[in-house]
């Protein structure tokens, strides 16, 4: 028996695919300090577990395919709030931002269309592309730009006939940038010249720090069509395993094409929903004081890692999330080294080699992406776990 073309070329994430490495050091009695995942551990604000709690439906009924009334209306608040005017007809509730990203592409691309896709990016990418039968078109950005956008005249060598659209996150998972409103409208000048879509994932839009503002490209009026935005509450309110995302388009011809998907698969779980639509009323304070600790581990991180000789870092402006470059040859295979072999004050380090969020051949095979949302205390010790392992690796290694 034969499994499909379609499930055989997807590749597993780099996120997690040492996890059986790092459970096997676990069982040896090792602390695993986890630098590979983007989970936070920034408390969910207790409104969400109270509002599921004090439910006090007699049956637990589908949602509506749109999502719960009380939740949108909650949407249509926070977008306000930042300038962004939305009604319901505009919104769909997802199963995570991710739903809304693969719902996006079978909305928009036929089989072998491109959707150009600057890299490194977010693993998943490549994922929903495959099970929507486009393809990613990589535009590869570099560590010492700060991976910023390349210029105009990059982005024009690689349209084609079959470019539906440009898929950008901001700020970005993996890298960190966070694109200047110039990149943005940039973007929005080539969508419009080669009538494409841009798909914007701004699921980290809170995490921007030092002196870049966000620019989002719903700002600019005169793409307002050809924008469909990508949103979760999963790393805004430290809620990932809640899985509400929204995909959210002025265009209500997409919207409309969307729903068609979204009531294949009827509804996102109604009492998540309700959780969710208290996150609203979460104050400012908390946004500022998540904001303030996810920049000190950014700067201990970025100090700590900038100190190893020959590691080669730019700090990041957003997201929680930096890509290195290692002097080593494959970091992959230094990643599994240093569950297995290696371990310091009876701690090791678990990191996402990052030559899987590339899709051109040969890049990344010497970078790791780190995610800083472990203590400062534990960041400490994962640069000096990080520096004596890369001395110990190139004695008996290479």
Known sequence: MKLSNRVNSMKYSPIRKLSPYAQAARDKGLRVLGLNIGQPDIETPPQFFEAMKNFDGKVLKYSESRGETVLLDS????????????????????????????????????PDDEVIVPEPFYTNYSSFTDIAGCKVRPITTYGEDGFHLPSREKFEEIISDKTKAILISSPSNP????????????????CKEHNLFLISDEVYREFVYDDPEFFSPLEIEDISQRVILIDSISKRYSACGARIGLVASKNKEIIDAIMKLAQSRLCVPTLEQIGAATLYETPQSYFDEVKKEYQARR??????????????????????????????????????????EYSYENTTLMMAPAEGFYLTEGLGVNEVRLSYCINIEDLKLAVKILESALIRYKETQE
């Open 175 to 190: 890298t960190g940038a966070v694109y200047t409103r110039e990149e943005i409208e940039m973007l929005a000048d080539l």
């Open 299 to 340: 700067d201990v991180l970025f100090e700590g890692i900038s100190a190893i000789k020959d590691v080669q870092v730019k700090k990041p402006t957003g997201a929680f999330y930096m890509i290195i470059g290692l002097p080593i040859k494959n970091a992959e295979n230094f990643c599994k080294w240093i569950l297995e």
């Open 75 to 110: 949407f249509i608040k926070y977008y306000k709030s930042i300038g962004i005017e939305f009604e319901h007809s505009n919104m769909i509730v997802t199963n995570g931002g991710s739903e809304g990203l693969y719902f996006s592409l079978y909305a928009i691309c036929n």
